[in-house]
């Protein structure tokens, strides 16, 4: 089946420091993924989206990767700072026909000043 | 503007009794949807509208039903509420559907059932 993983622990990080999250599929490849940023009591926010043909793609302190063969994507927020304390989901295309989102669990991330 | 507005932010039930969830976007979007989300489960689709008019079940869409009220708005119903249902609830639009948008949610509703 298709499954998407996300490290369920947090990721505790200095400030300043480039924090690092990962999300893992299985059993299908997605034509593009998002990234979400989530506050405890708010909903999702968007943040990126990288298509199955694109490497990398930037935004200000945020970069994603999108590896294909490893079917991996990263994503990084360098020179980290308390205020990107949050939940990061991911949510790659499922290849179902339905052309639906499907999303991670998410990862904690937690700087610490 | 303020983007995607769920009422009510929370509410407490019990097993067996009836509720809608609203939800209304002024972004003029084509497409809503919503979602439940539990811990350690991440969001689940439970009903999508791909345009005004049609409506269509997504991942769990068993014990509720939707309704596609007009191009804002887009309500979640629990005919006969269950322990199971328990869960923070979002409301999420964006501009198209099958395209590679960004959805925007709205700050959810918690709904316990007792």
């Known amino acids: 089946s298709q499954k998407i993983e996300q490290n369920s622990e947090a990721l505790n990080i200095q400030e300043g420091k480039t924090a690092t999250l990962t999300c893992n599929y299985t059993?299908?490849?997605?034509?593009?993924l998002q990234w979400y940023r989530q506050d405890p009591g708010r909903g999702p926010v968007f943040l990126l989206l990288i298509r199955e043909n694109e490497k990398e793609k930037r935004k200000e302190r945020l970069k994603v990767t999108f590896d294909t063969t490893l079917k991996q994507s990263l994503f990084h927020i360098t020179a980290s700072q308390p205020a990107d304390s949050a939940t990061y989901l991911c949510a790659p295309k499922m290849d179902t026909g339905r052309r639906a989102l499907t999303f991670g669990s998410g990862t904690r991330l937690q700087v610490q000043p | 503007n303020a983007g995607v507005t769920q009422t009510p932010k929370f509410q407490v039930l019990k097993t067996g009794q009836s509720m809608t969830l609203q939800c209304a976007q002024d972004?003029?979007?084509?497409?809503m949807y919503w979602y439940r989300q539990d811990p350690g489960m991440g969001l689940r689709l439970i009903y999508y509208s791909a345009s005004e008019g049609t409506t269509d079940k997504g991942e769990v869409p068993n014990g509720y039903n939707v309704s596609r009220l007009n191009k804002r708005e887009f309500s979640l119903r629990l005919e006969s509420a269950a322990p199971s249902q328990t869960s923070v609830y979002f409301c999420a639009s964006s501009e198209q559907w099958g395209n590679n948008q960004p959805q925007h949610f709205g700050d959810g509703t918690r709904l316990s059932i007792l």
């Open positions: 972004m003029n979007h084509n497409s």
């Open positions: 059993n299908y490849s997605p034509a593009y």
